[in-house]
């Protein structure tokens, strides 16, 4: 995915709110910028950090930038935006790009399913079962080259985890995909301490045949695209 405009930089000086950040554009001046990320986000969001953030003249959205990468120590990326995940993982699956899944060759987004429940995208090919797949984005590190998640408690993930073990019950395949939007990372585990339920819920849809595959990221300013897979601790 390349960014498009190009990104400019700036300087962090406050998340909050969930989704606005207010950052110090290179010219001096302070602006607030969009932050499409309802986490915590711990260990991404150091006031005083560099920022990348794409600009956007639309007269009909009232923040004119979007905060897209942070800028960490020697030389890596991580990307904030929870939404770009989802976009590189379904040009990957046009493309074939991600073997455990190259054999589908129908994809849809945003398929509903079960109760009040969309998943990412639905997989479908002749001859073999159903496979829903399911997206999360990763950017929290917090020893060594670990990339965890999630960052706080997210009682949504945790029903998703559920959804998928129901899929596989019926007959169905089902993938939860863990993007690593840091180039800081080479494996990744779940983050029990910070929220029990959901490690629980991964445990149980892991012991159901839910499969579960992280993917690392290659980012640049220029833009984000998904990389080799990195190991998983176990699960449960």
Request: neutral net charge; contains cysteine; glycine residues 8%.
């Given at each position: 995915m390349i960014f498009e405009p190009p990104l400019i930089r700036a300087t962090l000086i406050r998340r909050y709110n969930r989704f606005l950040a207010d950052v110090t554009l290179e010219d001096g001046s302070e602006v607030t910028a969009h932050c499409a990320n309802p986490g915590?986000?711990?260990?991404?969001?150091?006031?005083?950090?560099?920022?990348w953030l794409q600009r956007n003249d639309d007269p009909k959205r009232k923040l004119r930038y979007s905060w897209k990468l942070i800028e960490l120590d020697e030389g890596h990326f991580a990307g904030i935006d929870t939404g770009i995940p989802n976009i590189i993982v379904g040009d990957a699956l046009k493309a074939a790009r991600i073997p455990l899944l190259a054999a589908y060759g129908t994809i849809r987004a945003e398929v509903k399913y079960r109760e009040k429940s969309r998943v990412d995208f639905l997989l479908s090919e002749p001859d073999l079962p159903d496979c829903y797949v399911e997206v999360k984005n990763v950017h929290l590190r917090r020893e060594g080259t670990l990339a965890e998640f999630p960052d706080c408690v997210t009682k949504r993930g945790a029903k998703h985890m559920g959804d998928l073990a129901a899929m596989v019950e019926e007959g169905h395949r089902a993938v939860l995909i863990y993007v690593v939007q840091r180039t800081?990372?080479?494996h990744f585990a779940i983050s029990a301490d910070l929220d029990p339920g959901y490690a629980k819920a991964a445990a149980a849809a892991k012991a159901a045949g839910v499969e579960m595959l992280a993917l690392g990221t290659s980012i640049t300013v220029q833009g984000i695209t998904l990389a080799s897979p990195i190991s998983v601790r176990s699960v449960g």
């Amino acid at each position: 995915m390349i960014f498009e405009p190009p990104l400019i930089r700036a300087t962090l000086i406050r998340r909050y709110n969930r989704f606005l950040a207010d950052v110090t554009l290179e010219d001096g001046s302070e602006v607030t910028a969009h932050c499409a990320n309802p986490g915590t986000m711990l260990s991404v969001n150091m006031p005083g950090s560099a920022v990348w953030l794409q600009r956007n003249d639309d007269p009909k959205r009232k923040l004119r930038y979007s905060w897209k990468l942070i800028e960490l120590d020697e030389g890596h990326f991580a990307g904030i935006d929870t939404g770009i995940p989802n976009i590189i993982v379904g040009d990957a699956l046009k493309a074939a790009r991600i073997p455990l899944l190259a054999a589908y060759g129908t994809i849809r987004a945003e398929v509903k399913y079960r109760e009040k429940s969309r998943v990412d995208f639905l997989l479908s090919e002749p001859d073999l079962p159903d496979c829903y797949v399911e997206v999360k984005n990763v950017h929290l590190r917090r020893e060594g080259t670990l990339a965890e998640f999630p960052d706080c408690v997210t009682k949504r993930g945790a029903k998703h985890m559920g959804d998928l073990a129901a899929m596989v019950e019926e007959g169905h395949r089902a993938v939860l995909i863990y993007v690593v939007q840091r180039t800081d990372c080479d494996h990744f585990a779940i983050s029990a301490d910070l929220d029990p339920g959901y490690a629980k819920a991964a445990a149980a849809a892991k012991a159901a045949g839910v499969e579960m595959l992280a993917l690392g990221t290659s980012i640049t300013v220029q833009g984000i695209t998904l990389a080799s897979p990195i190991s998983v601790r176990s699960v449960g």
